[in-house]
T-cell receptor, first 113, second 115 residues
Framework: KQEVTQIPAALSVPEGENLVLNCSFT??????LQWFRQDPGKGLTSLLL?????REQTSGRLNASLDKSSGRSTLYIAASQPGDSATYLC????????????FGSGTQLTVLP | DAGVIQSPRHEVTEMGQEVTLRCKPI?????LFWYRQTMMRGLELLIY????????DSGMPEDRFSAKMPNASFSTLKIQPSEPRDSAVYFC?????????????FGPGTRLTVL
């Protein structure tokens, strides 16, 4: 059974810092991996999706990498801003499990002005 | 497109009452998912449908939970009778077979409180 772990559970940084959020998964046979952002009391917003054949994806100040063989992904946020404060969730779609996403528990990020 | 629509956004009910949550997927999407989010267990898949047919309901916690999708534009998740431990945020998501990478799009969620 696929398990997804995110470390750290919470992170607080001053504005302007570059930071890395980590995600690990136990079954490397994945179809793709998706990073989401969740604001308090709100739904999930998809940030980046990496197919299993890809090594990284970039969108603006965000860069997500994938090392499938080691079961790891990182989300890099450059020049963090207070508006980046949110919970970031990693989810994987395991090959053979059709459309199901398995989520990590998230990293709660606070960017201090 | 308006995205995935869920109603109600908030629901407060008393133990033992029936609760019905509603979801309208993105038009043209053929997959629909129901998730539950709690502090203790995070986000869990409850059930998903393909072309209105339930494919996997192994995540449904108990017989008190049931889900239906009578047509391509509407789904319900029903809890009867509700219990305090059912308090959570329930999300609906949809995706398209023809879409890039089968990306799932989430609704804003329904926050359920059972007293």
């Amino acid at each position: 059974k696929q398990e997804v772990t995110q470390i750290p559970a919470a992170l607080s940084v001053p504005e302007g810092e570059n930071l890395v959020l980590n995600c690990s998964f136990t079954d490397s046979a994945i179809y793709n991996l998706q990073w989401f952002r969740q604001d308090p009391g709100k739904g999930l917003t998809s940030l980046l999706l990496i197919q299993s054949s890809q090594r990284e994806q970039t969108s603006g100040r965000l860069n997500a990498s994938l090392d499938k063989s080691s079961g790891r992904s990182t989300l890099y946020i450059a020049a963090s801003q207070p508006g980046d404060s949110a919970t970031y969730l990693c989810a994987v779609r395991t090959s053979g499990s059709a459309r199901q996403l398995t989520f990590g528990s998230g990293t709660q990020l606070t960017v201090l002005p | 497109d308006a995205g995935v629509i869920q109603s109600p956004r908030h629901e407060v009910t008393e133990m033992g009452q029936e609760v019905t949550l509603r979801c309208k997927p993105i038009s043209g999407h053929d997959y629909l998912f129901w998730y539950r989010q709690t502090m203790m267990r995070g986000l869990e898949l409850l059930i998903y449908f393909n072309n209105n047919v339930p494919i996997d309901d192994s995540g449904m916690p108990e017989d008190r939970f049931s889900a239906k999708m009578p047509n391509a534009s509407f789904s319900t998740l029903k809890i009867q009778p509700s219990e305090p431990r059912d308090s959570a945020v329930y999300f609906c998501a949809s995706s398209s077979t023809g879409g890039p990478y089968n990306e799932q799009f989430f609704g804003p969620g329904t926050r359920l409180t059972v007293l």
